[in-house]
């Protein structure tokens, strides 16, 4: 008989409270699962033992989404307050990814990114390795997406429309160059934040 995951109260008035509050994620390739089963504890379930094999704290906040790579080596975890830190699981030591503004993890398109949604709806991907932001749009409100094998492409829902989005920004930067056919006037420059490139189609004319 597989072992069951039982949260540590048991008495019929504590369990409702106890489970409302427990949620996992898989662990691939270790038959294990990562469980938040309450405060800012998460524990590493392992199924072939039955039993619990390591616990620690999110340290910054409850968790209110937890997830891992395809390696089942990182685990990400959004606290209620919007902070996203990533686990290393053999090396047992966290690297805060974002310190607020964070709604729910996307997941990883592939181990070396990871994609969060923000309160503003917009959909954030990070360089996982240097912890910083690679680029982000805005799909529009409570669209829903799912990546491709590869993670180069993410095709996303709203309503009844569906879009697929190749992950290259590069692409993008080329699209926009090709139908803005065009320098930016001097009106649009002024728009620009400081700091911003007022080039970004030279290195693409020939």
Known sequence: ???????????????????????GAARAGHEQAAV??????????DFKQGKVVESFAAETGTPRQIGFDQTG??????????????????AHTWRTIAYQGVQWLNGFPNPSRLSTAAMTDSFVFWDVERGTELYHFT?????TGAWSADGGRLAWAEGSAVDVLPLD?????????DLAARNLSGGERELLPPGSRSDACAALEK
Do not use: K, N
């Open 169 to 177: 920004p590069e692409a993008w930067r080329e699209r926009a160059c």
């Open 139 to 143: 799909p529009g409100y409570g669209a």
């Open 36 to 45: 938040r089963s309450g405060g800012d504890e998460i524990q590493i379930w």
């Open 73 to 90: 080596r990182l685990l990400a975890v959004v606290t209620t307050d919007g902070i996203v830190r990533i686990r290393d699981m053999e």
């Open 1 to 23: 008989m597989r072992p069951v995951y039982r949260p540590s109260v048991q008495e019929p008035v504590d369990l409702p409270t106890a489970a409302a509050t427990v949620f």
